[in-house]
């Protein structure tokens, strides 16, 4: 690896660290730490919300899957664009209302509020099911990084895990949600400016889209065709099928759905500093993320037409797209936009993991009346404690976009039922959300672990949201009608101003 290379991947990770050094002294309160005050403008919260969504698997993964499949794998990204409207339409604007009306931090937080659950079941339960899924989806984090660090630095796979996870944990532990969002500012830039870059370069030197075209024909004209699946088999691309696939297109799009039950993206609207900023929000994210979906794409159809014998590892192709055919100080700048991209991710799952331990767990069950400060501590010692055993959990290897796609799954079914109606629908109830997350969460596991199930191919997500959506339905209705001071806060919340709901908080 040349030295140039080196030195500009080095001074991205310092320019981080500082960024957490420096928002070290901003972060004081529980609330500084995990939503920064609820202080973002549209820009930070929507770059914040679509970088720490799209992670490591936007430049390994989905150009791994598109350079073996073609355009075939192009549905997740219709999906995944079309999720994220549907989320920043629908939910961004209530979820940053009735959080702030009834001054929830987390996401079980705000279901425990939402409900008036006395009991602390469906806190600690939601919790639970944060820190199991955020392991998962921190680990395939853990393995990108890795990954990048072997292939671009030569370095053995576990070192380079060590060395991924110290640089993210160390500013995250520093600064908090606050370092974590402005840091996920900056990520967000590189990584589009990397995606755009980067195919763009290839595609003029192939004569434009006709040339690239052109070329990808030449190795299986399916390649191109959105109804036809393909994969590599003996050194070549295969057409897998000449028929279209109903339940692996389903499956794609399915993604979309995943959007609703994020943990790390929900919280973004939760800290943006009005909803007045929320359609400038929306607006900057799906522009974002349709540019990035649309270049990650490219990128795996122009490696196509740039290696004679198809990889090993598809999700690769990036990084031996700049190793091999950029200058040494560009090569250093694009992999650290891979970096930026694995970052960006982590560092939001390990906070709200955190968030769960602190104010979930610790705050209502050990310890009531702890203070500000000590919560704070907490919580960064529960960054560390996370981080290692996502660490040893990612020592085992694996796919990133397998890996993300199961913890996806479990956030989308487990909490995007619950969050959607708990938002539009004031007749549900506490045991409707309790058993929505169950039933999602247990849908996902044991569709990906019962031989039958998961022989039919459909994405886990599918069964798992459908299925809790159901289950709130009906023991919401067959449960005891909520009282009347949730259906007014329901109300207040959905119909009147900021200014009318605080004077009922003081009236109460």
């Given at each position: ?23 070290y ?40 899957a ?22 920043w ?24 509020s ?14 639970v ?6 392991l998962?989806?921190a ?15 030569g ?10 996870a110290?640089?993210?944990v ?18 967000g ?19 434009g ?18 109804m036809?699946?393909v994969?590599?088999?003996d ?43 929320i ?32 990889l090993d ?14 200058n ?59 981080s ?18 199961y ?16 938002l ?16 999602g ?16 191919g ?7 949201f ?13 449960d ?5 001071e ?23």
């Open positions: 690896m040349n030295t140039a290379t080196i030195i500009t991947f080095s001074v991205y990770l310092i320019g981080m660290l500082g960024i957490g050094l420096w928002t002294r901003r972060t004081n309160t529980i609330s500084d730490y995990f939503l920064g005050g609820r202080s973002l403008n549209s820009w930070v919260a929507a770059m914040s919300a679509q970088a720490s969504d799209m992670s490591g698997w936007l430049l390994l993964g989905l150009p791994g598109i350079y073996v499949s073609g355009l075939n794998g192009m549905w997740i990204a219709i999906g995944l664009a079309v999720g994220t409207y549907l989320n339409q629908f939910v961004a604007k209530r979820l940053r209302k009735y959080t702030e009306a009834v001054n929830s931090i987390t996401i079980p937080d705000y279901f425990e939402r409900f008036k659950d006395s009991t602390k079941t469906l806190r600690v339960i939601s919790a099911t944060i820190i199991v899924f955020f998962f989806y680990s395939a984090g853990m393995v990108a990084g890795a990954v990048l660090f072997e292939q671009a630095f370095i053995d796979f576990n070192l380079a895990l060590y060395i991924g110290i640089v993210i160390s500013y995250t532990f520093l600064g908090g949600f606050l370092a974590v969002s402005l840091t996920d500012f900056v990520q830039i590189l990584m589009l400016c990397a995606l755009i870059f980067v195919p763009t370069l290839f595609i003029v030197s192939l004569g889209l006709t040339g690239l075209w052109s070329s990808i024909g030449q190795v299986n004209v399916d390649l191109l065709d959105i036809k699946p994969g590599i088999e050194s070549q691309w295969i057409t897998n099928v000449t028929s279209f696939s109903i339940i692996g297109t389903i499956s794609l799009l399915a993604w979309g759905l995943g959007y609703f039950g994020q943990p790390h993206i929900l919280t973004r609207f939760m800290s943006i500093r009005s909803v007045a900023e359609p400038k929000a929306r607006l900057i994210a799906v522009v974002w993320v349709v540019l990035s979906l649309i270049s990650a794409g490219l990128i795996g159809l122009v490696a196509i037409t740039q290696f004679d014998v198809p590892n598809p999700e690769s192709v990036f990084i031996l797209l700049v190793q091999t055919l950029f040494p100080w560009i090569a250093g700048i694009l992999l650290a936009a891979i970096l930026a991209a694995i970052m960006s991710t982590i560092d939001s799952q390990l906070l709200v993991s955190s968030s769960a331990v602190a104010e979930d767990f610790y705050k209502q069950i050990f310890r009531k009346n702890a203070s500000e400060k000590e919560l704070v501590w907490v919580s960064r010692s529960s960054v560390i404690f996370i290692i055993l996502a660490v040893i959990l990612a020592k085992n290897g694996g796919n990133v976009l397998e890996l993300v796609s913890a996806w799954a479990g956030f989308g079914a487990a909490f995007g039922p619950v969050i959607i109606l708990s539009f629908w004031r007749r549900m109830t506490k045991n409707g959300a309790l058993a929505g997350i169950l039933t969460a247990l849908t996902v596991i044991l569709w990906g672990n019962i031989k039958i199930l998961n022989s039919i459909l994405y886990e997500l599918v069964p798992g459908i299925l809790a959506w159901i289950a709130i339905v009906i023991v919401s209705l067959i005891k009608d909520p009282s009347f949730i259906k007014e806060e329901f109300n207040l919340v959905v119909n009147h101003s900021g200014e009318q709901r605080h004077e009922h908080n003081k009236s109460v």
